[in-house]
């Protein structure tokens, strides 16, 4: 079995794959290296072969997770690098190892899918987009905050907009003014959100032509399910650049 991690800056993305298999074995979301390391050691019949890792956290923390997983369970974690051309795909970066390993494994990820010009969203705590073209140049693209940053920047430098996760919940049913704080902000963020997203698309016909494919990804993709009709939902999409980065020998 071959474990698979994603490490963002708020959670770790992780799942359980078969070699050559096709399907997960398991997988999950978590907010800590403990609680990782926790949920691994309690699943009965896991016998990791391998580990490869992709990270956005800084050298020490990474390297933190790596020494705990060889200890727990014997196995060296392989931890994808940055490149300037992997699996057909040419890194846009002027210095190309400060493009975030996450954006550069889910491009890559949706580049070898389709082999065609891609736009690749992911909303998770920064929103990220980038633009591949038809030939596999990386183009760029754009960061901006998401909605845990945006509502966390609103509490944290206002005195009065205080509410709880409950009422966050409840605010996200519509989009109309909304009559409390929670709607108020909840709905004005996602607004924000689901206008960056119409923005990408039009940059992406400007950019890439009429025919480019539109990929999802990250713990928010919901927020713009109905903005991009067409784009692809792929949550797995940076284990998809993962496994290109880091194949097994
Ligand atoms: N099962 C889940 N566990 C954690 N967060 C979730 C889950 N489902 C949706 N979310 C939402 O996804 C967002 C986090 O997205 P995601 O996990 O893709 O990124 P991240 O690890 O926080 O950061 P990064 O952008 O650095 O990868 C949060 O707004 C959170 O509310
Ligand atoms: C933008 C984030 C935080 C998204 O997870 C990550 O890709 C990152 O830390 N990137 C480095 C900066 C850059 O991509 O230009
Ligand atoms: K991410």
Request: hydrophobic share 45%; aromatic share 6%; proline share 3%.
């Amino acid at each position: 079995m071959i474990l698979e991690l994603d490490c963002g800056n708020s959670f770790i993305k992780w799942r359980v794959i078969r070699q050559g298999l096709p399907g997960l074995v398991l997988g999950g979301v978590v907010d800590s290296d403990e609680k990782l390391i926790e949920v691994l050691a309690a699943t009965s019949g896991l016998s990791l072969r391998h580990s490869r890792m992709v990270s956005v956290r800084s050298a020490e923390e990474t390297q933190k997770l790596v020494a705990l997983i060889a200890e727990e369970f014997g196995v060296e974690t392989q931890c994808a690098s940055s490149a300037r051309i992997l699996a057909g795909v040419a890194n846009g970066y002027e210095a190309y190892e400060r493009l975030g390993l996450d954006r550069w494994l889910a491009l890559v990820g949706a580049y070898a899918t389709v082999g065609k010009a891609c736009l690749v969203l992911d909303l998770g705590t920064a929103i990220t987009s980038d633009f591949v073209s038809a030939k596999g140049e990386h183009l760029g693209g754009y960061i901006c905050p998401g909605m845990p940053l945006m509502r966390g920047q609103l509490r944290t430098h206002t005195r009065r907009i205080r509410y709880d996760d409950v009422a966050a919940e409840e605010a996200q049913s519509s989009f109309a003014p909304g009559r409390s704080t929670a709607e108020a902000v909840e709905r004005g963020c996602a607004l924000m959100i689901r206008g960056f997203a119409a923005s990408q698309l039009t940059l992406a016909q400007q950019y890439l032509g009429d025919d480019f494919i539109v990929f999802v990804t990250g713990g928010d993709a919901e927020l713009i399910g109905d903005v991009t009709p067409g784009a692809r939902h792929m949550p797995d999409l940076v284990f998809v650049g993962l496994a290109l980065a880091c194949p097994l020998v």
